[in-house]
Nanobody, 121 residues
């Protein structure tokens, strides 16, 4: 098992940046692919990005590719989501998740508690 804790959310003006962190404990972090998802009020949870166990492969939702960057540092048991050029429509609760590989990220085995990101106009 692995436990995930997100941090780094907050309030930012449109056009600004935030860096979210996902800290893992209780398992071997490098054995899991990591993903980021988000859920806005009244909407279903949607996929944002994922990164492979070694960090060699990353994938993004099409609408995020130009503005978001996923990364990981296995020596620190932490994954990150760098978000640039933020828009009000990015406002949501952001969750990190872990799965055995990026191929099964659609069905994560573990979830964090989420962190709120609010982007003002």
């Amino acid at each position: 098992q692995v436990q995930l804790v997100e941090s780094g959310g907050g309030l930012v003006q449109a056009g600004g940046s935030l860096r979210l962190s996902c800290s893992a404990s209780g398992g071997t972090f490098s054995r899991y692919a990591v993903g980021w998802f988000r859920q806005a009020p009244g909407k279903e949870r949607e996929f944002v990005a994922t990164i492979s166990r070694s960090g060699g492969i990353a994938d993004y939702a099409d609408s995020m590719k130009a503005r978001f960057t996923i990364s990981r540092d296995n020596s620190k048991n932490t994954a990150y989501l760098q978000m640039d050029s933020l828009k009000p429509e990015d406002t949501a609760v952001y969750y990190c998740a872990a799965a055995g590989s990026i191929a099964v990220m659609r069905r994560p085995a573990y979830w964090g508690q989420g962190t709120q990101v609010t982007v003002s106009s």
